[in-house]
């Protein structure tokens, strides 16, 4: 039904609709096959959650949504491509991470296994059996090292569902991987800043860290900062769609912009249909088409909390109390994992802690194109009930201020996005869920449906 249009069209053998990275991966990968593609987006310029923009001040470039990318630069596909012929330059960081504590030095996630085991005292050796298991007694000569083989790993951690092609090591994953960040955390380790370390990457989960599965995040994020430090794109995150459509057009498809799609009858004649969307998007658009089970449940889908934002156009670099923090291209913001936990179970439930997680991203500290001379730019974020619209800067500024003294006092001018601009802004985004819908037990292998 979707492809009853006017004969008098050309018949594409693919249209996508919607210009995210995955859209647009999506369209280069059936472009390479020698399929005639068309992307079609509702915005005026390609690139989903992956846009930059002077968001506060004249040459201060932001990124509006995502910042960091840390399995980008791991990505098997995105490797497999010629990106930086279009202009795609990461720019790796010598720690990824950096968790600051209020009575010591701040936790490094160092690209160096060693360099960061020898800032986690008697959980070192703990640590270190963790990202590599020939290291790791529990499970000497049942897999291959993650590290020694993490083009393996992540091959199979990112494709598509399915029996991994190293079934060894993703068993000796999934074992870990399964528990709760919280249990896993406090098995694993005996003091407080390996567990907060943990936790931190955990929460990138936007999940209460005693659900199951929430170690998954911990794990990756951990091991991915081994591989590669979680780098930024030069110039910003539009970098990336920028190269993709740009490799696109090199094989021949096309990219339309500023098209809105809101029903099947407006939809160019194609023999495939592929939806970087929001599942009610999906919904709404190909409802003709689609049969009334498979359309309730993706009205079952759960989208979840969502986020809040701050931007900030800074006189210069974050005064943190630690200098080691401005190695990292992320700083996880919470201090112990029991209070981490607790703001985002609180959270879960509906309710604004005083002290949110907050995750900080430092490009500009990478990346000097990003501001005028001197010059910086901020950029954080906490997770917030879904549609909400509680302004929560001063909860964030509070946080940051709490481990970088006098950084209030470098703000030159700020921009913030709730729950509500972040859908306004990018449609799947339902209710702030700038994720596109809760990863849990339930929904982490069946997205949209099982």
Request: aromatic share 10%; hydrophobic share 40%; glycine share 12%.
């Amino acid at each position: 039904m979707l492809a009853r249009v006017g004969e008098h069209r050309e018949i594409f053998d693919a249209v996508v609709v919607g210009s995210g990275p995955n859209g647009l991966s999506a369209a280069v990968a059936l472009a390479q096959g020698g399929a005639s593609v068309l992307v079609l987006e509702a915005a005026d310029d390609i690139g989903g959650g992956t846009r930059t923009a002077e968001l506060t001040l004249p040459g201060f470039h932001h990124d509006v949504c995502s910042a960091v990318h840390t399995t980008g630069i791991l990505s098997p596909f995105f490797r497999s491509l010629p990106l930086e012929e279009h202009g795609l330059d990461w720019i790796v960081p010598r720690a990824s991470v950096a968790h600051p504590l209020d009575d010591q030095p701040a936790v490094m996630l160092w690209h160096s296994l060693e360099e960061t085991c020898g800032g986690l005292g008697a959980d070192a050796n703990s640590y270190r059996g963790l990202i590599d298991p020939f290291l790791d007694n529990s499970y000497r000569g049942l897999i291959d090292p993650f590290l020694d083989n993490s083009d393996g790993f992540f091959a199979d951690a990112l494709g598509p569902l399915g029996w991994p092609k190293h079934a060894g090591m993703f068993m000796r994953f999934g074992l870990k991987a399964m528990w709760p960040a919280t249990t896993f955390a406090n098995w694993r380790f005996q003091q407080s800043r390996a567990k907060a370390l943990f936790a931190g990457c955990a929460g990138h989960s936007i999940l209460p860290l005693d659900k199951m599965f929430t170690a998954a995040l911990g794990l990756i994020f951990s091991i991915a900062g081994h591989v590669e430090p979680w780098p930024v794109a030069t110039g910003g995150s539009r970098a990336i769609p920028l190269a993709l459509g740009s490799l696109l057009k090199r094989l021949g498809g096309q990219i339309r912009t500023g098209v809105q799609v809101t029903s099947a009858a407006e939809l160019p004649a194609a023999r495939v249909y592929l939806f970087d969307t929001s599942p009610d998007q999906l919904a709404s658009i190909a409802k003709p088409a689609l049969p009334g089970t498979y359309l309730r449940r993706l009205g079952r889908y759960r989208y979840g909390p969502g986020a809040f934002k701050l931007d900030w156009a800074l006189d210069g670099p974050i005064p943190w109390r630690d200098s080691n923090c401005l190695q990292a291209s992320t700083v996880h913001l919470g201090g112990s994992l029991e209070e981490i936990a607790a703001g985002e179970a609180a959270m879960f439930r509906g309710k604004h802690p005083d002290r949110p997680y907050v995750l900080l991203c430092q490009q500009s500290q990478l990346d000097p194109s990003r501001a005028p001379a001197g010059k910086h730019t901020g950029y954080a974020y906490c997770h917030v009930p879904g549609g909400s619209t509680v302004d929560m800067t001063e909860a964030i500024e509070d946080q940051v201020e709490r481990f970088a003294p006098g950084f209030k006092d470098r703000i030159l001018a700020r921009h913030t996005m709730n729950t509500h601009d972040f859908h306004r802004y990018n449609p799947n985004y339902v209710g702030g869920a700038i994720t596109g819908g809760i990863a849990d037990v339930f929904q982490l292998f069946t997205r949209p449906v099982a």
